[in-house]
């Protein structure tokens, strides 16, 4: 079965501090790895990630993926309270699959204490 | 653009009563899709429909689920009947040329009681 782990669950930090988000998948035809932000609405997109080694950043935030070890990191550095979310990983597949085209992890919820 | 807009916002109901889910995209995107969200399961791509046609729909969960897509502009995720494990957050989301970068809606909070 096609799935995606997020870890950790969920993170406690202060303001200042650097975290590292990690989501792993094992998923056939794999096409690209999505990261998304969500605090108390909706999910707002972050990152598309389809080629290995190579890091996409904005603003503080960074990630990079590497489709050998079948896993992706999202880095927030100097975090801020508004940073406080949950943050979510898809794997996007090339087909419909069991589970169909998008396939979420649980998500690490964040929080960034001043 | 106002975004992807849902509604209702929230819904609560009675256990058997039909429930219909409204989305309306962003104007231009091509894709639609349905996610059910909860703390359980996290969030699952229902269905999803390219230019008005569903292409899957293999996480429905079951024939009380339907959704349909008659124009561009419009779509609709209906339960019926509704159960209490049906409760939680519909997320309606589009896209413009792929499934890849999805815009979401505010979500419909449903409580069947």
């Known amino acids: 079965e096609d799935k995606v782990v997020q870890s950790p669950l969920s993170l406690v930090v202060h303001e200042g501090d650097t975290v590292t988000l990690n989501c792993s998948y094992e998923?056939?035809?794999?096409?690209?790895l999505l990261w998304y932000k969500q605090e108390k609405k909706a999910p707002t997109f972050l990152f598309m990630l389809?080629?290995?080694?190579i890091e996409k950043k904005s603003g503080r935030l960074s990630s990079i993926l590497d489709k050998k070890e079948l896993f992706s990191i999202l880095n927030i550095t100097a975090t801020q309270t508004g940073d406080s979310a949950v943050y979510l990983c898809a794997a996007v597949l090339n087909y419909g699959g069991s589970q169909g085209n998008l396939i979420f992890g649980k998500g690490t919820k964040l929080s960034v204490k001043p | 653009d106002a975004g992807v807009i849902q509604s209702p916002r929230h819904e609560v109901t009675e256990m058997g009563q039909e429930v219909t889910l409204r989305c309306k995209p962003i104007?231009?995107?091509?894709?639609l899709f349905w996610y059910r969200q909860t703390m359980m399961r996290g969030l699952e791509l229902l269905i999803y429909?390219?230019?008005?046609?569903?292409?899957?729909d293999s996480g429905m969960p079951e024939d009380r689920f339907s959704a349909k897509m008659p124009n561009a502009s419009f779509s609709t995720l209906k339960i019926q009947p509704s159960e209490p494990r049906d409760s939680a957050v519909y997320f309606c989301a589009s896209s413009l040329y792929s499934p890849l970068e999805q815009f979401f809606g505010p979500g419909t909070r449903l409580t069947v009681l």
């Open positions: 429909f390219n230019n008005n046609v569903p292409i899957d």
């Open positions: 389809t080629s290995s080694g």
């Open positions: 104007s231009g995107h091509d894709y």
């Open positions: 998923v056939t035809n794999f096409r690209s």
